[in-house]
């Protein structure tokens, strides 16, 4: 959902980066890029949390699944998974903050930030996967 909702300044980002390599950068950059996150983040945490009153659940009483949680109470059943996500994000605003400090970003400074993509896909689907053996 963040992928897609991100996409067009993602893309916008990189051709303007593309286009102006070794020159000043461009107004789109970081800055569209985490204000667009941010956005997105809030917006669909808002919505989630909205999503989760009583008055909001539709489901049919027989349809239920009665050993779950009440009716209007949503539980995170992959915790792990959440938490590696949730550590990611603070995480991501830590390491931009230290690498936009001296408004300069260095080619390890940006191939370390792709590694950390990488690392964030592996930890989640090593939870995932871990998670689905114990049950």
Sequence with gaps: MALGSSAP?????????????????GELGASTIVGS?????LVITAA????????NDLTPDGER????????????YDMGVFSVTAG???????????????QKVNSTE???TLAF???????AFGF???????M
């Design 117 to 123: 993509f990488f690392v964030l896909v592996g930890l």
């Design 110 to 112: 940006a191939w370390l």
């Design 37 to 41: 996150a941010a956005f997105n983040l």
């Design 65 to 76: 699944d009665h050993d779950g949680p009440a009716k209007g109470v949503k539980k995170i």
């Design 9 to 25: 300044e993602i893309l916008l980002a990189v051709i303007e980066t593309g286009s102006n390599l070794g020159g000043c950068p």
């Design 128 to 134: 995932d996967r871990f998670k689905e053996r114990q």
């Design 88 to 102: 990611s994000s603070i995480f991501a605003y830590a390491w931009l903050y230290w690498v936009l400090r001296d």
């Design 48 to 55: 989630c949390i909205y999503a989760v009153d009583e008055s």
